[in-house]
């Protein structure tokens, strides 16, 4: 259990997808002007990450790794070449489960989302963590806590980025900064306070 927990805590605050490893940063800057909708994306993330990446381990393991296929007479077949496509096929069908429930019982998040919703399904973070269970090799419950802990990192930081941002759109700041120019810096601010995480992790 310690380590799942170790894992869990890396996954979310050492490894951070947006602040340490600058994946998925299009929405994360795009979502992140008011904190409902930055919730309403961490929310999202975590229930994305936290389904795709356990079933993509599944996947994998079971049908595309090299010896999947022993068991029926195929120890030599090699289907990994086809993770890429296995792994955007269900993180497409998770993005979409996730439109129609919160088309049906969250409209106003999902209006909130716009056109970002979708592109979910191309979100380098979500593909990302599968292709991280592949690299480190991880189990079903190591990718499990993974897939948590990388969408709860994600939320933690966009939930933050938001809150700050909305509190600043009454500032009064110099034209340059506006926008997202403001997003920037304190994305990058944000980002060395989360990389004395990996500091302290390297220490122990």
């Not at 795709?52 to 790794?65: E, G």
């Not at 030599?76 to 439109?99: H, K, M, N, P, R």
């Not at 930081?157 to 034209?175: E, H, K």
Request: charged content about 10%; overall charge neutral; hydrophobic content about 60%.
């Amino acid at each position: 259990m310690t380590g799942l927990w170790d894992l869990f805590v890396m996954a979310a605050f050492v490894d951070n997808m947006p602040l340490t490893l600058f994946l998925g940063l299009c929405t994360f800057l795009a979502l992140s002007k008011r904190p409902g909708s930055a919730l309403g994306l961490g929310v999202a993330m975590i229930g994305v990450l936290g389904v795709t990446v356990p079933l993509n381990n599944l996947i994998y393991n079971a049908l595309l790794a090299p010896g999947a296929w022993s068991w029926a007479g195929y120890p030599d077949l090699d289907l990994s070449y086809l993770a890429l496509i296995a792994f955007i096929g269900v993180i497409a069908a998770a993005v979409q489960l996730l439109e129609m429930v919160l088309d049906r019982f969250f409209p106003e998040i999902h209006r909130a989302f716009g056109v970002f919703l979708p592109l979910l399904t191309v979100q380098c973070a979500i593909l990302a963590g599968s292709l991280f269970m592949v690299e480190r090799s991880y189990t079903l419950a190591e990718s499990a806590v993974f897939g948590l802990g990388s969408g709860v990192g994600f939320a933690v930081a966009v939930t933050m980025l938001g809150a700050i941002r909305s509190r600043l759109a009454y500032a009064d700041l110099p034209a340059g900064l506006r926008g997202l120019g403001i997003a920037f810096v304190l994305a990058g601010l944000m980002s060395l306070g989360f990389a004395s995480f990996a500091q302290m992790a390297a220490a122990q």
